[in-house]
């Protein structure tokens, strides 16, 4: 059931890929996903609590691994943990990756930088991997870090909280009413359409080997935003050069 993921271009540690024959980066739902059962918690837990969810994760996926075709990397805010489960997730066999907490990492720019590029260093080439809940404004940086997909899921998150996601910046419309008496599905599509044509802009942007500019350009929408971009300047310009094309 292993999708094959085959690299077509690199702008930096971004990149164009294909997954049975859709381009990435690209929008995942949950539901044409067959995601393997795993054990999560919370980000900040006891490392027991952690080491258990990550050894019951490996445990369901391996009994799953005929019928799944993305698991879930466990280990809560321990690196090393999360490490552990990457690479035994991917000597049963996987090689499509949710990262778990994900919501928590984008309120610590520093963890978050440290966990995606760590794990994208362990991995093989051939995986890829899927980030959940994201703000639309971190879909740039987040691909720009190497994240190849993104959960629609987030759409209808945030269209539950009544905010409007653009990709520039997330609206709670209690405070900022851009759309007066809007349905929740209504705003839920809107999300989704941001989404899409974000997707669309990165892969543009890719293609024209621009997507750091995309990247500077949206890292004044939040202060997330803007810690992310220079701790990863900071810390890992090394990680960022090795794909970036000279001129």
Known sequence: MIKKFEIKSHDGPGRIGKIENELSPKLFSKTDL????NEGSSHNVDREIA?????????LARENVDECDIAVIQGSKYLDLRV???KQLED????GFIIANGDALLTNPKELVETVVT????AKKTSYFIFSFTEISFMPILTYMGIDGFLTDSANYYSHLNVLQTPTKAYDLNTYPIYENIS?????KINLDNMEF???????HIKNKSLRN????RSGTTPQNISTLKILDRNYMDYLLEYTQLF
């Open 34 to 37: 067959k995601i393997a059962p």
């Open 51 to 59: 080491e258990f969810n990550v050894k019951e994760t490996l445990r």
């Open 84 to 86: 552990e489960c990457l």
């Open 92 to 95: 049963i066999g996987y090689n």
């Open 119 to 122: 794990l994208k260093k362990e």
């Open 184 to 188: 929740q599905e209504e705003l839920e």
């Open 198 to 204: 974000v997707i669309k802009e990165i892969h543009a």
């Open 214 to 217: 995309l990247v500077e350009e």
